[in-house]
DNA sequence: CTGCACCTTCCCACAGTGGTAAGGTCAAGG
DNA sequence: CCTTGACCTTACCACTGTGGGAAGGTGCAG
């Protein structure tokens, strides 16, 4: 099978695949005289693995880690299980970091008009030594969460240099 | 001020201030005689309104818009205020796109034995096609959110590769 | 044989952040 | 006066993932 036909079947891209071979993430395919490389059904199914675990937000490394405890028939499930709740608990500590964020934006927002009026709440919150940090639960979160995939749905706008 | 004292003062190291210098972000420091940079006050206080923007998850990007309407003394506060809520938007996508996440793991979680023996319910699902997607959730949510500061703390276990 | 779709490798970009190396500067203390 | 140490300067390199593209080989269909 080719990497666009392996590509297609596991929902990872071929840039992607090649990426996972090249930092050993994935074992080196198979080549073909011509040089192609060539999967099996085996491949494709670790390549479903590693998809699944990207979804579930685990890094690449940690993937790694997901993979090989696979691959170990004799682990024992607490060890599994552990990993996974590490996890969890890395992404719950995120969410906490990002609903504080939320929380102190929308209060922020809750005093501003929202009108033609220029002067802002919000800005004027920004704008003001030592107003809502959001910190001290911030300060707490600092996980290695960082979801997959991104990159896609950009907003754009700034670019230009703010003075110049 | 030299770049240290205005770190300090700030919170944001000198580093970043360069960094955010050469992104043009913040505009270009004054320099002295020897070549050092040079802050005042107003200086200090446009890295804390930075510092606060990334606190609350703005994108350096979305810094600078934001540092844009802050300048900008007519604009309206809807303006502001509308900015401020699609970027509450994108949180709140991150938000239960993590959510998602932990509700499966969690899931899966339960059913693990977490005991010596080595199946697991975890494992098995990440292994088997079409099982756990949380793909539904995620597809929606693709906004751009991404935390700042996350790279300290890491987790570190996986660099062998996986077969060789 | 031509054209097109695929494959190969290699380098570039993105967002932020830290590290570190090689050098200049400056003030304090011997 | 000279050394030491703390600061500053620039310029690179690393990390995590992902996509884009160039330059070239391959393979199949018409």
New binding site residues.
């Given amino acids: 099978m080719?990497?666009?036909?392996a590509?297609e079947a596991s929902g990872v891209?071929?840039?992607?695949i090649?990426?996972y071979e090249s930092?050993g993430l994935l074992a080196k395919?198979a080549r073909?005289?011509?040089?192609?490389?060539d999967y099996d059904e085996r491949d494709v199914h670790d390549l479903r693995f590693i998809k699944r675990a990207?979804n579930l937000g685990f890094?690449?490394?940690a993937t790694g880690d997901l993979l090989a405890l696979w691959r170990d028939k004799s682990r024992a499930s607490a060890d599994v299980k552990s990993f996974a709740m590490r996890h969890v608990s890395d992404l719950e500590a995120k969410i906490s970091e990002l609903q504080a964020m939320t929380r102190t934006l929308r209060h922020l927002a809750s005093h501003c008009h929202g009108d033609e009026r220029p002067d802002c709440p919000i800005l004027d919150d920004l704008a003001t030594p030592g107003a809502g940090e959001t910190d001290q639960d911030a300060q707490v979160n600092r996980a290695k969460v960082?979801k997959?995939?991104d990159?896609?749905t950009q907003i754009r706008s700034f670019r230009r240099p703010v003075t110049a």
Same sequence: chains 1, 2.
Wanted: positive net charge; without cysteine.
């Fill in positions: 080719n990497i666009g036909k590509a891209s071929a840039k992607m090649r990426y930092i395919a073909r005289e011509n040089g192609y490389r990207r890094s690449v490394e960082r997959p995939r990159a896609g």
